[in-house]
């Protein structure tokens, strides 16, 4: 197995009986539906899953799992996804995607929301390696562009792949992709993005992980916070 696919193996493995669990989007949440599907082949588990995306709805049915609608839940057991930054504290950045309010619905639905990701995604700080993705209402994005650049930030709006059109998020929202100071914290751009109005998302998950595995040539770290399960 490569990095990716090992901690997906290993995050699997958290799956009980009963249990409604949320999948994520993206290389390893695909190996991550894979081996939730083949556990609940071999041992016979009953299992419910959520989707963060088209995507991974259709994979997970392809594989032969249960997707029921976020609509019908209140809560879910577990998430597992990946990231594409991770800091010591474990805050993450997400959303290089478009699925970016329906992924942190579920991280924060969920009793336990596991991270699975290789060595390379660890950082120092939010911002390190890729901008911040912040979904907007479409009519507010100039303004809320201007309240965010009062703070330092630099960036401009996302463009679709063919460059010719503005990029609209799986929910309908535009989407700002911003460079911030490397003096303000991870806590405190997370609450100045949270406090921004006309800010619908945004790609910074402050305080919601539960652990975070990493998979490095092979082997297995895993990192834990305070947050109760």
Same mark, same amino acid.
Not at 186 to 192: F, K, P, S, V
């Given at each position: 197995?490569?990095?990716?696919?090992?901690?997906?193996?290993?995050?699997?493995?958290?799956?009980?009986?009963? @249990? !409604?669990?949320?999948?994520?989007?993206?290389?390893?949440?695909?190996?991550?539906? %894979?081996?939730?599907? #083949? $556990?609940?082949?071999?041992?016979?588990?009953?299992?419910?899953?959520?989707? =963060?995306?088209?995507?991974?709805?259709? #994979?997970?049915? =392809?594989?032969?799992?249960?997707?029921?609608?976020? =609509?019908?839940?209140? $809560?879910?057991?577990?998430?597992?996804?990946?990231?594409? *930054?991770?800091?010591?504290?474990?805050?993450?950045? #997400?959303?290089?995607?478009?699925?970016? !309010? @329906? *992924?942190?619905?579920?991280?924060?639905?969920?009793?336990?929301?596991?991270?699975?990701?290789?060595?390379?995604?660890?950082?120092? $700080?939010?911002? %390190?390696?890729?901008?911040?993705?912040? %979904?907007?209402?479409?009519?507010?994005?100039?303004?809320?562009?201007?309240?965010? *650049?009062?703070?330092?930030? #630099?960036?401009?709006? $996302?463009?679709?792949?063919?460059?010719?059109? !503005?990029?609209?998020?799986?929910?309908?929202?535009?989407?700002?992709?911003?460079?911030?100071?490397?003096?303000? =914290?991870? %806590?405190?751009?997370?609450?100045?993005?949270?406090?921004?109005?006309?800010?619908?998302?945004?790609?910074?998950?402050?305080?919601?992980?539960?652990? !975070?595995?990493?998979?490095?040539?092979?082997?297995?770290?895993?990192?834990?916070?305070?947050?109760?399960?």
């Amino acid at each position: 197995m490569n990095d990716k696919e090992l901690v997906a193996f290993k995050a699997a493995k958290l799956a009980k009986n009963g @249990m !409604v669990i949320g999948l994520g989007t993206g290389s390893t949440a695909n190996y991550f539906i %894979e081996h939730l599907a #083949k $556990r609940q082949s071999d041992e016979g588990l009953s299992i419910s899953t959520v989707a =963060s995306s088209t995507i991974s709805a259709i #994979k997970a049915e =392809s594989c032969g799992l249960k997707v029921v609608a976020i =609509s019908q839940l209140s $809560r879910i057991n577990l998430y597992v996804d990946g990231a594409d *930054e991770i800091t010591p504290n474990l805050s993450l950045l #997400k959303g290089r995607g478009q699925d970016l !309010v @329906m *992924e942190k619905l579920l991280a924060k639905a969920a009793n336990q929301f596991i991270v699975v990701a290789d060595k390379g995604k660890l950082v120092s $700080r939010i911002g %390190e390696k890729f901008i911040i993705p912040i %979904e907007v209402i479409p009519d507010a994005w100039k303004m809320v562009k201007h309240q965010l *650049e009062k703070h330092g930030a #630099k960036g401009d709006i $996302r463009l679709n792949t063919g460059k010719d059109n !503005v990029a609209v998020s799986a929910h309908g929202s535009y989407i700002l992709d911003m460079h911030f100071p490397e003096h303000i =914290s991870d %806590e405190a751009l997370n609450t100045l993005l949270n406090n921004t109005t006309g800010v619908v998302e945004h790609g910074v998950f402050y305080g919601i992980a539960s652990q !975070v595995l990493i998979a490095d040539n092979g082997n297995i770290e895993v990192m834990l916070t305070q947050k109760p399960l």
